[in-house]
C-alpha cells in the first residue's frame, strides 16, 4: 500500500512537477534500459527505446490516474508498449542472418541489422578488434561511445586539445574499420 | 561534396560509419547500465518537453474538448428532436409531408454532419 507522502508525490507527477519528474526519470532509466537490454542485447537500441519511452510519458501526461497506480507501473507499461511496437516492426521486416563478415564488409554504407548486432558473436568480434588498437584510440572511442562523452570532455580528461580530440577519433574509427574488415578476412581464410 | 570510389557522397557515407562505429562500440562494453552522459542528456530534454506550453495546457484542452463533445451531443439530440417534432406538426396541420420531411432531413442531415464531426 502507498503511504501518504507516496500518492502526493503521485499528484505531483501527475501535475509535472519538475522536481518530482527529475528524480522519477533519473531512477527509472536504469531500470528501463535493464528491461530492453534483457529483451535485445543491444545498447543502441535499448537507449532509443528508454528515449522513446521517456517522451510517450511526458507527451501522454494527462493519461496518467494517479488512483489507478503508481508512475513506475504507468511508464513500465508504455515501455511494454514499445516492446510490443518493435517486435511488429522486426516481423515486418525481413530477418538478418547468415555471416556477419558479410555485413562488415559495407559498414560504411550500409546500417548494420539490429539482429546482428544481438549476436554475442558480434560483440567478441568487436572487442578483439578494440583490442588492437593503440591504448589512445581504445581510450577514444569508449569515451565518446560508450561514456558519451563531448569532444571537449574528452579533451579535458586526456589533458589535450579538442581539435587533437577530433583528429585522434578520426583515426581510431578508420582503425576499427580496419581491423574488423582484416578479421572478416581471416574468417574467410578460416573457412576455406 | 567529395565522392569516394564507391559513387557514395562522403557524407553519408561518414554518416554512416560514424553510425556504425557508435553501436559497435557500446557493444563492446559489458555494463548493463546507460552512459551518464545519455541518461544526463535524456533528463534534461524530457524536463524541457515537460516545460512546453503544449504539454502544461494538456489538462486544460482535455477539459475544453469535453465540453465540446457534450454540446456536440446536446447539439444533436435537439436537431434530432426538432426534426421529429416537425414532422409530427406537419401532419397534425395536413401541410404537404413530403417537403416537409425532406426540407427537414436535409435540415437534419447537414447539423448531424457538422456536430458528427465535432464528436469524431
Known sequence: ?192 | MNLKNDNLPFDDSAAQLEKNISRLVKLADDSNKPGRAFTRSLINSALDELKRPEIKEKGITSEVSCWKRAMGWAAMFAAACGAGLAFVLSVLLEINAFFTVIVFFLMFANWMTYFGGLIL
Do not use: C
Open chain 1, 1 to 192: 500500500m502507498p503511504d501518504e507522502l507516496e500518492k502526493r508525490n503521485w499528484a505531483g507527477f501527475a501535475k509535472g512537477d519538475p522536481d518530482i519528474w527529475r528524480e522519477f526519470i533519473n531512477r527509472q532509466i536504469p531500470l528501463l534500459f535493464g528491461v530492453f537490454m534483457k529483451r535485445w542485447p543491444n545498447p543502441s537500441l535499448a537507449e532509443e527505446l528508454v528515449q522513446k519511452s521517456v517522451f510517450d510519458a511526458v507527451r501522454g501526461l494527462d493519461s496518467y490516474n494517479p488512483s489507478k497506480g503508481s508512475p513506475k507501473e504507468w511508464l513500465l507499461g508504455i515501455a511494454r508498449n514499445n516492446i510490443r511496437l518493435e517486435i511488429r516492426k522486426r516481423s515486418a521486416r525481413p530477418t538478418a542472418n547468415g555471416d556477419i563478415s558479410r555485413y562488415l564488409q559495407t559498414i560504411d554504407t550500409e546500417p548494420l541489422p539490429d539482429e546482428i548486432l544481438e549476436r554475442r558473436e558480434t560483440a567478441e568480434m568487436v572487442r578483439w578488434a578494440l583490442g588492437r588498437l593503440k591504448s589512445k584510440e581504445q581510450a577514444v572511442l569508449r569515451a565518446k561511445y560508450t561514456e558519451g562523452l563531448m569532444a571537449v570532455e574528452i579533451a579535458g580528461q586526456m589533458h589535450t586539445t579538442e581539435k587533437a580530440v577530433h583528429n585522434l577519433l578520426y583515426r581510431a574509427k578508420i582503425s576499427l574499420r580496419r581491423e574488423l574488415k582484416l578479421m572478416k578476412s581471416s574468417w574467410m581464410i578460416g573457412l576455406k
